[in-house]
Nanobody
């Protein structure tokens, strides 16, 4: 079970760190990702981090502002968002994949993940 938290209302240029906690400590996810969704649009890929190897991938449009990391001891994955813009406003979801690891670049689609958190709202005011 995944739980995302850390969202909120911030101003343009602010930073925010989202967390995603996996409650089952005996379950090892090969990859954990972040997606975001705005009303009327499809859920889009943001970032992914491999659970054991530390490989990371950020979607090109967010590189330089967003980073993804994980803390295995706490079963938690983080999404650090800097220089936030109004267009970053969305519900952010974390997801996990427990299938065979395929390489960090193969986890950018909704169908690549079996487990999803409930989402946390991020609102960036102008």
């Amino acid at each position: 079970q995944l739980q995302a938290f850390g969202g909120g209302l911030v101003q343009t240029g602010d930073s925010l760190r989202l967390s995603c906690a996996a409650s089952d400590r005996t379950f090892s996810y090969n990859a954990m990702g972040w997606f975001r969704q705005t009303p009327g649009k499809e859920r889009e890929f943001v970032a992914v981090v491999s659970w054991s190897g530390g490989r990371r991938f950020i979607t090109n449009s967010l590189k330089g502002r967003f980073t993804v990391s994980r803390n295995n001891a706490e079963n938690t994955v983080y999404l650090r968002m800097n220089s936030l813009k109004p267009e970053d406003t969305a519900v952010y979801y974390c997801a996990a994949s427990n299938g065979d690891y395929r390489g960090i670049y193969d986890y950018n689609k909704i169908a690549d993940y079996e487990y999803w958190g409930q989402g946390t709202q991020v609102t960036v005011s102008s």
